[in-house]
């Protein structure tokens, strides 16, 4: 059974950082692009970033320059480091690849 088991976020200040990761387990994902993904209350779920198999990475305009998406192909992990953070990255994060998905973490960044 596939897992992917997310952990970190949490409530920051405007400006602050904040990390995510995410633990799959259950199979390799090792050649498969990884992502993450947020949810702002009221709003459809919208792509962050990606990260391919080979560290090939893609960011969201919104948070390009901020954030930092990287796996461990050994630990079957990818990691969202988020630096200044704005009010507006205020979401509910998940983590994906393939037809998997994490179980979501909040992120609150207030001003």
């Known amino acids: 059974q596939v897992q992917l088991v997310q952990s970190g976020g949490g409530l920051v200040q405007a400006g602050g950082s904040l990390s995510l990761s995410c633990a799959v387990s259950?199979?390799?994902?090792?050649?498969?692009?990884m992502g993450w993904f947020r949810q702002a209350p009221g709003k459809e779920r919208e792509f962050v970033a990606t990260i391919s198999w080979s560290g090939n990475t893609n960011y969201a305009d919104s948070v390009k320059g901020r954030f930092t998406i990287s796996r461990d192909n050994a630990k079957n992990t990818v990691y969202l480091q988020m630096n200044s953070l704005k009010p507006e990255d205020t979401a509910v994060y998940y983590c994906a690849v393939s037809d998997y998905w994490g179980q979501g973490t909040q992120v609150t960044v207030s001003s």
């Open positions: 259950g199979r390799t994902f090792r050649t498969y692009t």
